[in-house]
């Protein structure tokens, strides 16, 4: 299994911009499919954006598409989520997760996908 830590959560007024981080442990991280989930309070955990392990693939949920941009850099072990126009329901714990599987595109990613998880960073979007 992969560690996972993420950082860059914080409090935004709406409109605004956060960069998440997720730094991960091991030498294979490039072998890992990597995933954003979410929790609002009170609702269940979603998925949120997904990369494939080059790079190549990205899936967004509908409500994050053109807002968020999920990347990574293999040489760093690290995956980012740059999020734009932050909405105040987009206020939740932000997790990072990875998978050896592969992703494939039209098919979003359940939990029981990802084997590892972050800890979660919390991202507040005030209106």
């Known amino acids: 299994q992969v560690q996972l830590v993420e950082s860059g959560g914080g409090l935004v007024q709406a409109g605004g911009s956060l960069r998440l981080s997720c730094a991960a442990s091991?030498?294979?991280?490039?072998?890992?499919?990597m995933g954003w989930f979410r929790q609002a309070p009170g609702k269940e955990r979603e998925f949120v954006a997904g990369?494939?392990?080059?790079?190549?693939?990205?899936l967004y949920i509908d409500s994050v598409k053109g807002r968020f941009t999920i990347s990574r850099d293999n040489a760093k072990n690290t995956v980012y989520l740059q999020m734009n126009s932050l909405k105040p329901e987009d206020t939740a714990v932000y997790y990072c997760?990875?998978?050896?599987?592969?992703?494939?595109?039209?098919?979003?990613?359940?939990?029981?996908?990802?084997?590892?998880w972050g800890q979660g960073t919390q991202v507040t979007v005030s209106s």
């Open positions: 091991g030498r294979t991280f490039s072998a890992y499919t």
């Open positions: 990369i494939s392990f080059s790079g190549a693939m990205t």
């Open positions: 997760a990875a998978s050896r599987s592969p992703m494939y595109s039209g098919r979003y990613p359940t939990e029981s996908f990802f084997g590892s």
